[in-house]
């Protein structure tokens, strides 16, 4: 071993950690990375080209014992117990004042665990988010963290040199206290299951309803790719219609099966909505809809019953593309709203106090949700409004989209399509911006059945009656 003290400390060097370490090394940050497999040592330090800076050691003691003070050590471990045995892992070696990062796609209520165990021992925890996969990993994330303050002003130049940047900012910033960073991520993929979903419901349609053939859907989505709707998940869209499969005739898309995964972020960030309460049917959906897919035996045994097909959609086909277009850009805007009131909410809640005008800045660039959209929310976030819905840029954009999704929507049900992250947009729509919902009624059969009380438009008070007396 060398006499290096090293400025930054990983557990776990497969390939998001290791993209990391030698992100960080050409910035000009000595790292070390501790792993059990010597393979995974051997690539680091070879793909860091064998200098001392770029370090891979097999046990937890001989990294923490390599590092600066206070030591700066991230895990990038699967969530859960693989956590928790790093940290039991790297605890004996370790004193008080040094910082340990998550900055895996931790639960938040785990984090949070977490952070006041360790704090007990003098040990800062933060929790952060990062985005962007293995080449945002390698060229510049999005990275969201939270935790304590001062802890972070420690790593605050690390993460700053190696984050992606938009217009020469970069794409991290302090977003919070507690488990803000992991709050903050897990709402990103929420977001990103909505959008994913919603662009998945547009090739169905297109495919299905228009029989476009996937040189054409990649020229639809690429040509969407412009604009106000650039995108990362579009870029990548137009560019999977264009691969052919290397083990058969045809494009690798066709031959991919329906059954969508889930690591479970997408039901975490609905989960908290429930608690909270705050409605997020959008992401909802798309949770949903990736359980449904995930039934493939059950609906194939349907499809045998029902008989049930999506048929073409009657329509000049350039127009529809064009209208299909717009109600895409509802539906994304309506997820980005959604997400960011979920976020305004818990941070009230949880006293995490997070930044959204900060949270839409490090999403603009590195981040699996980038897009041009995100600007003109971080606009909105200038001034204190708390309701995106009340900004006037917004609302212009959303009553411009409004009759292409409620046309898309209506020629798409006819044609027995299910585009339900539309549906679950224009729904949330309609009742938010209502004065009046039916749901005087529900109240109405709560006390009638169960004597659960009501309040009244025309007077303070809580009322109960006895309803039998109409029988
Ligand atoms: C990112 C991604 C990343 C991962 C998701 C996938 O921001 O880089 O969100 O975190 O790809 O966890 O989640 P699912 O497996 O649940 O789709």
């Known amino acids: 071993m060398n006499n290096i003290k090293y400025d930054f400390g990983m557990v776990g060097l497969g390939t998001m950690g290791s993209n990391l370490l030698l992100n960080m090394s050409d910035h000009g940050f000595s790292v070390i990375g501790y792993d059990k497999n010597p393979a995974q040592i051997k690539k680091l330090e070879e793909a860091g080209g064998n200098k001392p800076t770029v370090k891979g050691v097999d046990t937890a003691e001989k990294m923490v014992s390599a590092l600066k003070h206070p030591r700066i050590i991230m895990m990038l471990v699967p969530a859960g117990k693989p956590v928790d045995s790093v940290i039991s892992d790297l605890l004996p070696f370790l004193s008080k004042g040094d910082i340990i990062i998550d900055g895996g796609n931790s639960h938040y209520i785990d984090t949070l665990t977490r952070i006041k165990t360790l704090n007990d021992a003098g040990i800062h925890f933060m929790g952060i988010g990062i985005s962007g996969g293995e080449d945002g990993a390698r060229n510049g994330p999005s990275i969201m963290p939270g935790g304590d303050k001062t802890a972070y002003g420690y790593m605050a130049p690390i993460l700053e040199a190696i984050s992606a940047k938009v217009n020469g900012e970069p794409c991290v910033a302090y977003l919070g206290l507690g488990a803000a960073g992991h709050y903050v991520k897990m709402v990103h993929n929420g977001i990103e299951y909505a959008i994913m979903q919603s662009i998945s419901e547009c090739y169905d349609i297109l495919k299905n309803g228009l029989h476009l053939n996937n040189d054409e859907l990649s020229q639809v989505f690429q040509e969407w790719n412009k604009g106000e709707l650039k995108s990362f998940l579009l870029e990548i869209t137009a560019l999977i219609f264009k691969k052919k499969d290397d083990s058969s005739q045809g494009f690798l898309v066709d031959k991919i099966l329906d059954k969508a995964g889930a690591k479970g972020t997408g039901q975490w960030t609905s989960e908290s909505g429930l608690d909270l309460p705050m409605?997020?049917?959008?992401?909802?959906?798309?949770?949903?809809?990736?359980?449904?897919?995930?039934?493939?035996?059950?609906?194939?045994?349907?499809?045998?019953?029902?008989?049930?097909?999506?048929?073409?959609?009657?329509?000049?086909?350039?127009?529809?593309?064009?209208?299909?277009?717009?109600?895409?850009?509802?539906?994304?805007?309506?997820?980005?709203?959604?997400?960011?009131?979920?976020?305004?909410?818990?941070?009230?809640?949880?006293?995490?106090?997070?930044?959204?005008?900060?949270?839409?800045?490090?999403?603009?660039?590195?981040?699996?949700?980038?897009?041009?959209?995100?600007?003109?929310?971080?606009?909105?976030?200038?001034?204190?409004?708390?309701?995106?819905?009340?900004?006037?840029?917004?609302?212009?954009?959303?009553?411009?989209?409004?009759?292409?999704?409620?046309?898309?929507?209506?020629?798409?049900?006819?044609?027995?399509?299910?585009?339900?992250?539309?549906?679950?947009?224009?729904?949330?729509?309609?009742?938010?911006?209502?004065?009046?919902?039916?749901?005087?009624?529900?109240?109405?059969?709560?006390?009638?059945?169960?004597?659960?009380?009501?309040?009244?438009?025309?007077?303070?008070?809580?009322?109960?009656?006895?309803?039998?007396?109409v029988l």
């Not at 818990?346 to 699996?368: Q, T």
């Not at 949700?369 to 959303?398: G, Q, W």
């Not at 009501?454 to 007077?459: E, T, V």
């Open 279 to 469: 409605p997020i049917p959008t992401i909802d959906s798309a949770v949903m809809m990736r359980t449904i897919s995930s039934r493939k035996d059950e609906r194939i045994k349907l499809h045998q019953i029902y008989r049930y097909e999506p048929k073409k959609i009657e329509a000049n086909k350039d127009e529809f593309i064009k209208e299909l277009k717009d109600a895409f850009y509802f539906t994304m805007m309506i997820s980005y709203i959604q997400g960011l009131a979920i976020i305004e909410q818990a941070s009230s809640e949880l006293n995490m106090n997070i930044p959204l005008h900060d949270v839409v800045k490090v999403w603009r660039g590195g981040c699996i949700i980038r897009s041009e959209m995100l600007p003109l929310f971080m606009d909105v976030f200038k001034s204190d409004v708390k309701n995106v819905l009340e900004n006037n840029a917004i609302k212009t954009k959303l009553l411009e989209k409004l009759p292409a999704i409620k046309s898309v929507i209506s020629k798409a049900v006819n044609a027995n399509f299910p585009p339900v992250a539309m549906m679950s947009s224009l729904g949330y729509f309609n009742s938010i911006v209502r004065e009046k919902l039916p749901t005087n009624l529900i109240q109405a059969q709560r006390d009638f059945f169960g004597a659960h009380t009501y309040q009244r438009n025309d007077k303070e008070g809580i009322f109960h009656t006895i309803w039998e007396t």
